[in-house]
């Protein structure tokens, strides 16, 4: 239990730091050294990656350990436990049990001991050396005891050694953690200056979440949509959203080797995210999800699932089961906006308000889940300045993730019957451009941009045919942007 409420608190304070991109590829980086050292010295894993990230905080966050210390005394439960240790200290009970981590690892107890310290005695220390430090003079206090004690017998020499390995190892890692925020701060200058990038792509927040390149693999799980079930439907759906998406006569496995097969002979990567793509993939009792979701993430090499849905097609049952998987892999929830505007929404059929949008939001947030919106910019009657109020609503939501499209009419919808009747202006290349970056300067940078242009099936489209030339969008994107000399969050406030 005491073990549990610690690992919330932690895991809170991890989620509330502000964490910058290279700092979370060096947290994911030392929370995946420590539970190695862990797994191999078979340490209780969920202690040790409580630990892990406990001793994370502290080499990145070196200022924040009385806020961590802090955060853990506020708590009733842990100061019970803590006090309970300090007694331990006092009756030098704790020592006869360091001794013991001693033998079994020294690293991992080098961290036990560092973060038992600052539960213990927050006010106590005031850096991060001073800690370090005194855990140098306690180890080699004691294995000056165990020198005179145990001199003869083998296991002290198999001790010595492995005390010196840790110091030397100990000292190679903290030099290499230095050097390589170093490295990543001039990294960070030098992209700045010569990166055609001036937003967060996709891309790069998977490189440094997983360490290279993951694909997402586009499923069709066969769901339905209730907004279509209703009779309804959105303007602009072609109920086969995912063109790129398996064939949902196979079923999930067989689509999703198919496309790794052909993914293995473009790209080299062996991690992949599933991808629950086509129409409404919570539409369906929880039992039935649990049984497709679990179904493609226990294949190997995969490494998360991203789920698009919509923000009334989540039940609380669901949602309970959500928060679940989301502590076994990386999860994403794809939510379809579109627009803020309630007359757009009407308009489009969306069949939800924006009310209920953001209370889905606000639950999936609760749980720590993340979540990705899709918007569309050129929808009829809206704005740039409407376009632009739709990022900005979404900024203060703090969602994880956006996909922008361009409105695009597409064969046998209900769009392209009004399209033809009534005919309405569709943003030229330049006027997307040109909305595109300026909502790019009003997202927070922290925002992972999942898609910047739409990818029609040429067969398809009826219009804009400019959408067919995407990476001629996404360059002329890249230019506009250098040419204003801005970026994604420049006008964040
Ligand atoms: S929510 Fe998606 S699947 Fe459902 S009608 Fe709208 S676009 Fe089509």
């Given at each position: 239990?005491?073990?549990?409420?610690?690992k919330?608190?932690?895991?809170?304070?991890?989620?509330?730091?502000?964490?910058?991109?290279n700092?979370?590829?060096?947290?994911?980086?030392?929370?995946?050294r420590?539970?190695?050292?862990?797994?191999?010295?078979?340490d209780?894993?969920?202690?040790?990656?409580l630990?892990?990230c406990?001793y994370?905080?502290?080499?990145l966050?070196?200022?924040d350990?009385?806020?961590i210390?802090?955060e853990i005394?506020?708590?009733?439960v842990?100061?019970?436990q803590?006090?309970?240790?300090?007694?331990m200290?006092?009756?030098?009970?704790l020592?006869?049990?360091l001794?013991?981590?001693?033998m079994?690892?020294i690293?991992?107890?080098?961290?036990?001991?560092?973060?038992t310290?600052?539960?213990?005695?927050?006010?106590?220390?005031?850096?991060?050396?001073?800690?370090?430090?005194?855990?140098?003079?306690?180890?080699t206090t004691l294995?000056?005891?165990?020198?005179n004690?145990?001199?003869?017998?083998?296991?002290y020499?198999?001790?010595?050694?492995e005390?010196?390995?840790?110091?030397?190892d100990?000292?190679?890692?903290e030099?290499r953690?230095?050097?390589?925020?170093?490295?990543?701060?001039?990294e960070d200058k030098?992209q700045?200056?010569?990166?055609?990038?001036r937003?967060?792509?996709?891309?790069?927040?998977?490189?440094?979440?997983?360490?290279?390149?993951?694909?997402?693999?586009?499923l069709?799980?066969?769901?339905?949509?209730?907004?279509?079930?209703?009779?309804?439907?959105?303007?602009?759906?072609?109920n086969?959203s995912?063109?790129?998406?398996g064939?949902?006569?196979?079923d999930?496995?067989t689509?999703?080797?198919t496309?790794?097969k052909?993914?293995?002979?473009?790209?080299?990567?062996?991690?992949?995210?599933a991808?629950?793509?086509?129409?409404?993939?919570?539409?369906?009792?929880t039992?039935v999800?649990k049984e497709?979701?679990?179904?493609?993430?226990?294949?190997?090499?995969?490494?998360?699932?991203?789920?698009?849905?919509?923000?009334?097609a989540?039940?609380?049952?669901?949602?309970?089961?959500?928060?679940?998987?989301?502590?076994?892999?990386?999860?994403t929830?794809?939510?379809?906006?579109?627009s803020?505007?309630?007359?757009?929404?009407?308009?489009?059929?969306r069949?939800?308000?924006?009310?209920?949008?953001?209370?889905?939001?606000?639950?999936?947030?609760k749980?720590?889940?993340?979540?990705?919106?899709?918007?569309?910019?050129g929808?009829?009657?809206?704005t740039?300045?409407?376009?632009?109020?739709?990022?900005?609503?979404?900024?203060?939501l703090?969602?994880?993730g956006?996909?922008?499209h361009m409105?695009?009419?597409?064969k046998?919808?209900?769009?392209?019957?009004y399209?033809?009747?009534?005919?309405?202006?569709?943003?030229?290349?330049?006027?997307?451009?040109?909305?595109?970056c300026s909502?790019?300067?009003y997202?927070?940078?922290?925002?992972?941009?999942?898609?910047?242009t739409?990818?029609?099936?040429?067969?398809?489209?009826?219009a804009?045919?400019?959408?067919?030339k995407?990476?001629?969008?996404?360059?002329?994107?890249?230019?506009?942007?250098?040419?204003?000399?801005t970026?994604?969050?420049?006008?964040?406030r």
């Amino acid at each position: 239990m005491v073990k549990k409420e610690l690992k919330k608190t932690i895991q809170d304070l991890l989620e509330q730091t502000p964490w910058s991109r290279n700092e979370q590829y060096l947290r994911n980086e030392l929370i995946g050294r420590s539970m190695k050292i862990a797994i191999q010295n078979q340490d209780d894993e969920n202690e040790a990656y409580l630990f892990a990230c406990l001793y994370t905080l502290l080499l990145l966050k070196k200022t924040d350990q009385n806020t961590i210390a802090c955060e853990i005394q506020k708590n009733s439960v842990l100061k019970k436990q803590a006090d309970k240790i300090k007694k331990m200290v006092n009756d030098k009970k704790l020592f006869t049990k360091l001794e013991k981590d001693m033998m079994l690892g020294i690293h991992f107890s080098s961290m036990k001991t560092i973060s038992t310290q600052i539960i213990l005695t927050h006010n106590q220390f005031k850096n991060i050396k001073e800690i370090k430090e005194k855990i140098k003079n306690y180890t080699t206090t004691l294995l000056q005891n165990f020198q005179n004690e145990f001199q003869e017998k083998p296991e002290y020499q198999n001790l010595k050694n492995e005390f010196e390995e840790w110091q030397k190892d100990d000292l190679e890692f903290e030099n290499r953690i230095n050097k390589l925020l170093k490295d990543l701060k001039e990294e960070d200058k030098v992209q700045e200056k010569k990166s055609s990038k001036r937003y967060y792509t996709l891309d790069e927040y998977y490189k440094k979440t997983f360490h290279q390149k993951v694909f997402k693999v586009s499923l069709n799980a066969g769901f339905s949509c209730p907004n279509i079930q209703n009779g309804h439907g959105c303007i602009f759906c072609s109920n086969q959203s995912g063109d790129f998406a398996g064939d949902k006569k196979d079923d999930l496995i067989t689509q999703f080797n198919t496309i790794k097969k052909k993914m293995e002979k473009k790209w080299q990567t062996n991690q992949y995210i599933a991808y629950f793509q086509v129409a409404t993939n919570t539409y369906a009792p929880t039992k039935v999800l649990k049984e497709k979701y679990e179904s493609v993430l226990s294949l190997p090499n995969v490494v998360g699932i991203d789920i698009a849905t919509r923000s009334d097609a989540i039940t609380e049952e669901t949602l309970d089961y959500l928060e679940e998987l989301n502590k076994k892999t990386h999860l994403t929830i794809e939510l379809g906006l579109q627009s803020i505007h309630e007359k757009t929404l009407q308009f489009i059929h969306r069949g939800h308000t924006l009310k209920n949008f953001e209370e889905m939001v606000l639950k999936l947030k609760k749980r720590k889940i993340r979540v990705v919106v899709h918007i569309i910019n050129g929808l009829p009657n809206e704005t740039k300045e409407m376009m632009i109020e739709t990022v900005k609503y979404l900024n203060d939501l703090q969602i994880d993730g956006i996909k922008i499209h361009m409105l695009s009419v597409i064969k046998n919808t209900p769009l392209e019957t009004y399209y033809q009747k009534k005919p309405f202006h569709l943003l030229t290349k330049e006027e997307y451009i040109d909305i595109v970056c300026s909502q790019l300067e009003y997202l927070n940078p922290q925002i992972v941009i999942h898609r910047i242009t739409g990818d029609p099936n040429k067969n398809e489209l009826i219009a804009p045919k400019w959408l067919l030339k995407k990476f001629v969008v996404l360059n002329d994107i890249d230019k506009e942007l250098k040419k204003r000399n801005t970026y994604q969050g420049k006008l964040v406030r």
